[in-house]
């Protein structure tokens, strides 16, 4: 079966430009999650989405950052305004049942 | 306070030998636990998996969880150079509760 996937790969914009991340989870699973990774550090946790409960934004570091994700489908990460501090590895993971969770290749943004 | 927390490392051990890797984590009432490895360059993939006090063992790998403790390890057994990584812990405090990431530790495995 197929994994969770993410598009694109790799992403490289001005600052200022706006950027979309897509994520397409496993078929089924109900949680999903955004994380950041910048080079040589560890998970930095964004948003998590669990079935149709409102979403837990805690970790979204500004108002230029949004997600979204209908049903149990696809989500969308949303960076406004892009800035050199947001380059990093952007990783989505799915979870279903059992209770596993499996990450995406992951996008890498860079800000120029 | 920080909720998972991971020993700093790096953590470097002899080929062959026993590499040991500790987690504690804050909430009591935390349900499941789990080790993630990550290769340079990679996303994080699930290694081992753990939800009641013990041992459970997976070839090589042992994860070892004491609740009273708050507390869960993964034990490496034949450590090889391709174990090198950084292995994540990552507890679960409820059914629909987000993963909780501990900072990770840095395995190397010296030929």
């Known amino acids: 079966g197929a994994g969770v996937s993410q598009s694109p790969s790799n992403k490289v914009t001005e600052k200022g430009k706006d950027v979309e991340l897509r994520c397409d989870p496993i078929s089924g699973h109900t949680a999903l999650y955004w994380y950041r990774q910048r080079l040589g550090q560890g998970l930095e946790f964004l948003i998590y989405f669990q079935g149709n409960s409102a979403p837990d934004k805690s970790g979204l570091p500004s108002d230029r950052f949004s997600a979204e994700r209908t049903g149990e489908s696809v989500s969308t990460l949303t960076i406004q305004r892009t800035q050199q501090e947001d380059s990093a590895v952007y990783l989505c993971?799915?979870?279903?049942?059992?209770?596993?969770?499996?990450f995406g290749p992951g996008t890498r943004l860079t800000v120029l | 306070q920080k909720e998972v927390e991971q020993n700093s490392g790096p953590l470097s051990v002899p080929e062959g030998a026993i590499a040991s890797l500790n987690c504690t984590y804050s909430?009591?009432?935390?349900?499941?636990f789990f080790w993630y490895r990550q290769y340079s360059g990679k996303s994080p993939e699930l290694i081992m998996s753990i939800y009641s006090n013990g041992d459970k063992e997976d070839g090589r790998f042992t994860a070892q969880l004491n609740k009273a403790s708050q507390y869960v390890s993964l034990l490496i057994r034949d450590s090889q150079p391709s174990d090198s990584a950084t292995y994540l812990c990552a507890v679960k405090p409820g059914a629909n509760s987000k993963l909780t990431f501990g900072k990770g530790i840095t395995l190397s495995v010296r030929p």
């Open positions: 993971a799915s979870r279903g049942i059992p209770d596993t969770q499996y």
């Open positions: 909430d009591r009432g935390s349900q499941s």
